[in-house]
């Protein structure tokens, strides 16, 4: 079946820093994986999407994530921590029917000045 | 623009009452979805349509009940048998219901327990 594990619920990095959010999937088929971001009482706004056309898949707000397979990982980087990233952040790959998603638990990421 | 429309934002249900949150979409997306969010839980499938008149049990699909009679319409009901209706819901759409299909959503309504 599958499955997404976030590591860490809650990640603190300084601004200026790099930015490194966990993620890792379990499946039978193929993934396709998916980044969100949800930014208090709002609905999530998608980052980037891996569909198996390339392992490094660049996103939104300067949000990038590389696919490795042999590692099960699908983790989101950002060179340079902005204040405006502060958010709670989700990761989530196609069910095996591939008619819906499913969802890590996220990570809620703190940046500080 | 398009978008997903959630209403209302904050919803107040009583002991034994049903209550109807909207999603409208004018994207022009056949698929549509409820999640169910509550802290520290993520996502959690609640119903799913992939077409008009057709709609599918997500993984907690207890307690609640959709239609989808229109294209751009998917209408939640939180009936008394859900006993624990308190959480943040998110509608959301896609332009098919395959995998590889990013998923677009609504700003969220808040329900709580009177």
């Known amino acids: 079946a599958q499955s997404v594990t976030q590591l860490g619920s809650h990640v603190s990095v300084s601004e200026g820093a790099l930015v490194l959010l966990r993620c890792n999937y379990s499946?039978?088929?193929?993934?396709?994986l998916f980044w969100y971001v949800q930014y208090p009482n709002q609905g999530l706004q998608l980052l980037l999407k891996y569909t198996s056309a390339a392992t490094l898949v660049k996103g939104i707000n300067g949000f990038e994530a590389e696919f490795k397979k042999s590692e099960t990982s699908f983790h989101l980087t950002k060179p340079s921590a902005h204040m405006s990233d502060a958010a709670e952040y989700f990761c989530a790959v196609s069910n095996q029917a591939g008619t819906a998603l499913i969802f890590g638990k996220g990570t809620t990421l703190s940046v500080s000045s | 623009d398009g978008g997903i429309t959630q209403s209302p934002k904050y919803l107040f249900r009583k002991e034994g009452q049903n209550v109807t949150l909207s999603c409208e979409q004018n994207?022009?997306?056949?698929?549509m979805y409820w999640y169910r969010q509550d802290p520290g839980q993520g996502l959690r499938l609640i119903y799913y349509?992939?077409?008009?008149?057709?709609?599918q049990k997500g993984d907690i699909a207890e307690g609640y009940s959709v239609s989808r009679e229109k294209k751009e319409s998917f209408p939640l009901t939180v009936t008394s048998a859900q006993k624990n209706p308190t959480a943040f819901y998110l509608c959301?759409?896609?332009?098919?219901?395959?995998?590889?299909?990013?998923?677009?959503f609504g700003d969220g309504t808040r329900l709580s327990i009177l």
């Open positions: 959301a759409s896609s332009i098919q219901a395959g995998g590889n299909q990013p998923q677009h």
């Open positions: 994207l022009n997306h056949d698929a």
């Open positions: 499946s039978s088929v193929p993934p396709y």
């Open positions: 349509s992939q077409i008009v008149n057709d709609f």
